[in-house]
T-cell receptor, first 113, second 114 residues
């Protein structure tokens, strides 16, 4: 089955710096890769996603890149702000196999003012 | 409602007690999922419904866990004879179609078994 590895487990940056979180997946059939942000006591909130027919997607300060050959994808946050502090999860899914998202272990991002 | 709604938000159960967790998906969403999230971990898949049909229950950890969605809308996750290892956040999620659509999560039900 699919396995998703996520690094680093914790990341501390200064406000205004960039943050990068990396994930690798094992099943080459996976073709949809969402990223979720989870704040304390809340459910995961989708922040950006990418499908396997696209190599990069950007939404304001957030971007995701996908390398299908290497089976890895990354989240990039530019101009970080204190409100970006949260736990971020990557996930992978095979598009036509229901909702069995496989999540990474999470990255706790701390943005220091 | 505007989002996935779960109740109760917090539940403390004595070991051996049965609990029922409710999920109201986003209106019109065909697919509904249950995930379990242990402290400091990523969510782990439990089960998946398409309308009222339970298509995948491979993630349910034991036969003490049971989920239903009898009318294809509201779903209930039931845990019988709770054990301490059942303590976790139980997340419900829904999506508009059977596959290939954004999956939206609720705030979760925090279960503590004492």
């Amino acid at each position: 089955g699919e396995n998703v590895e996520q690094h680093p487990s914790t990341l501390s940056v200064q406000e205004g710096d960039s943050a990068v979180i990396k994930c690798t997946y094992s099943d080459s059939a996976s073709n949809y890769f969402p990223w979720y942000k989870q704040e304390l006591g809340k459910g995961p909130q989708l922040i950006i996603d990418i499908r396997s027919n696209v190599g990069e997607k950007k939404d304001q300060r957030i971007a995701v890149t996908l390398n299908k050959t290497a089976k890895h994808f990354s989240l990039h946050i530019t101009e970080t702000q204190p409100e970006d502090s949260a736990v971020y999860f990557c996930a992978a899914i095979i598009y036509n196999q229901g909702g069995k998202l496989i999540f990474g272990q999470g990255t706790e991002l701390s943005v220091k003012p | 409602g505007a989002g996935v709604s779960q109740s109760p938000r917090y539940k403390v159960a004595k070991r051996g007690q049965d609990v029922a967790l409710r999920c109201d998906p986003i209106s019109g969403h065909v697919s509904l999922f249950w995930y379990q999230q242990a402290l400091g971990q990523g969510p782990e898949f439990l089960t998946y419904f398409q309308n009222e049909a339970q298509l995948d229950k491979s993630g349910l950890p034991s036969d003490r866990f049971f989920a239903e969605r009898p009318e294809g809308s509201v779903s209930t996750l039931k845990i019988q004879r709770t054990q301490q290892e059942d303590s976790a956040v139980y997340l419900c999620a829904s999506s508009r179609q059977s596959s290939g659509n954004t999956i939206y999560f609720g705030e979760g039900s925090w279960l503590t078994v004492v």
